[in-house]
């Protein structure tokens, strides 16, 4: 069965640094596709950033960066010069079989 | 610009009622999904939609779920007769050019 897994329930950082969000995922499949949502408090799902399995490059979107280790089947979040409107719940997620399975998400705190 | 909105925003209703949940995409789309969040929890698939018929499904849309596109645009969930443990946050997506989704803003449905 296909899971997301997200080891950090919350996390902070300072203002202006560089936070690492976690996530880990499991498939027997080759070919798929993984997806970064941010919730704010509104709880609108907002798409931050998605990475293709078969694309070695790593994808980047302005201050959002991803770690994609298609061995080890890790897929992290990077984002730099954090800002105080990137607080909210971040969810980890993998596209399968034309659905998504989301990770538990992370609560990212972000300190003035 | 979002790519789809939903009415109402907010629902209350007794249990053992019937509630409809509409989606309107804003540009045209051929995939269409339902999730729900119950609160602080993670996002869970309910359905998809592709050609006015249901591709795949969870086990959490049991029969008292439906779903349907009556007139070509407003894309509904329907609940036969609610049950406190439906009580959740319920966002309609649709499929971007690679298996992302786009989410509306979410109705929040309390069963009273």
């Known amino acids: 069965a296909q899971t997301v897994t997200q080891s950090q329930p919350e996390m902070s950082v300072q203002e202006a640094e560089t936070v690492t969000l976690s996530c880990t995922y499991d498939?027997?499949?080759?070919?798929?596709?993984l997806f970064w949502y941010k919730q704010p408090p509104s709880r609108q799902m907002i798409l931050v950033i998605r990475?293709?399995?078969?694309?070695?490059q790593n994808a980047t979107e302005n201050r959002f960066s991803v770690n994609f280790q298609k061995a080890a089947k890790s897929f992290s979040l990077k984002i730099s010069d954090s800002q105080l409107g990137d607080a909210a719940m971040y969810f980890c997620?993998?596209?399968?079989?034309?659905?998504?399975?989301f990770g538990k998400g992370t609560r990212l705190h972000i300190l003035p | 610009e979002p790519e789809v909105t939903q009415t109402p925003s907010h629902q209350v209703t007794q249990m053992g009622q019937e509630v409809i949940l509409r989606c309107v995409p804003i540009?045209?789309?051929?995939?269409f999904y339902w999730y729900r969040q119950i609160l602080g929890q993670k996002v869970e698939f309910l359905v998809s939609?592709?050609?006015?018929?249901?591709?795949?499904k969870s086990e959490i849309f049991d029969d008292q779920f439906s779903v349907e596109r009556p007139d070509g645009s407003n894309f509904t969930l329907k609940i036969r007769s609610t049950k406190l443990e439906d009580s959740a946050m319920y966002f309609c997506g649709v499929r971007g050019a690679y298996n992302e989704q786009f989410f509306g803003p979410g109705t929040r449905l309390t069963v009273l």
């Open positions: 939609f592709y050609n006015n018929e249901i591709s795949e």
């Open positions: 498939t027997s499949e080759s070919d798929y596709y």
């Open positions: 997620a993998y596209y399968v079989d034309d659905k998504i399975i």
């Open positions: 990475q293709e399995a078969y694309k070695q």
């Open positions: 540009s045209n789309h051929l995939y």
